[in-house]
């Protein structure tokens, strides 16, 4: 049973570019949430998706923007990079939109922007 | 707004010794949710333990014991007798009870270091 995937692994962008990261959740999950986790700092909610529409966002700028594919997977795209953009993206699957269903990690994609 | 606090930012004992990671948190919610996962270096959370803000039993699983103290906003978390594998950083998580889905507030983290 394969867990939740991430790509790439790692990716270098410069300032101004833009980004695609993709998640594949866990089988048998339906809703994928993303979350930026900074060095030294706890993981902070992105956004989540449900039935492919976003449900929820946290504090993030319009540059940042998801979408969910009918198979459950989904994409975090950043636009205009900036330097504070580097950090560990973490996709996390669950099933259904309750808050008491338990979330599944990925390994996440490190994003280093120059 | 809710808010998660480990004041640890990073503990080190020596193996076999007992360890204690606090977290205390804030919320206007009357129903939450409170997690701790485990990040190793690998980067991957690993999900440890779910508690419902109605159930303030504390859980023992194995060397891991959780302590849940509503009247104090406080989800502390003992590891018995450490290991060198239990080294990681520990996150303790808030999520609420809303209309819809709420993402995870997590704290900054414990970075445990177990010596052998």
């Known amino acids: 049973d394969a867990g939740v995937t991430q790509s790439p692994t790692h990716l270098i962008k410069t300032r101004g570019q833009q980004v695609t990261l993709r998640c594949s959740p866990k089988s048998g999950h339906d809703t994928v949430s993303w979350y930026q986790q900074a060095l030294g700092q706890g993981p902070q909610f992105i956004f989540q998706?449900?039935?492919?529409?976003?449900?929820q966002r946290g504090n993030f700028p319009d540059r940042f923007s998801g979408h969910q594919f009918p198979n459950y997977s989904s994409e975090l795209n950043v636009n205009a990079l900036l330097l504070g953009d580097s950090a560990l993206y973490l996709c996390?699957?669950?099933?259904?939109?309750?808050?008491?269903?338990?979330?599944?990690f990925g390994p996440g994609t490190r994003l280093t922007v120059l | 707004a809710q808010k998660v606090t480990q004041a640890q930012t990073e503990i080190s004992v020596v193996e076999k010794e007992d360890v204690t990671l606090d977290c205390v948190y804030e919320?206007?919610?009357?129903?939450?949710?409170l997690f701790w996962y485990k990040q190793p270096p690998s980067g991957e959370l690993v999900f440890l333990i779910r508690r419902n803000s109605f159930d303030e039993q504390n859980e023992i699983s194995g060397r891991y014991s959780w302590n849940f103290q509503k009247s104090t906003s406080s989800f502390n978390f003992t590891i018995t007798a450490s290991q060198v594998v239990d080294s990681a950083v520990y996150f303790c998580?808030?999520?609420?009870?809303?209309?819809?889905?709420?993402?995870?507030?997590f704290g900054k983290g414990t970075h445990l270091i177990i010596q052998p």
């Open positions: 919320t206007r919610d009357t129903t939450y949710y």
């Open positions: 998706y449900y039935e492919e529409e976003e449900r």
């Open positions: 998580a808030l999520r609420p009870e809303g209309g819809g889905a709420d993402g995870l507030t």
């Open positions: 996390a699957s669950s099933t259904g939109d309750s808050s008491y269903n338990e979330q599944f």
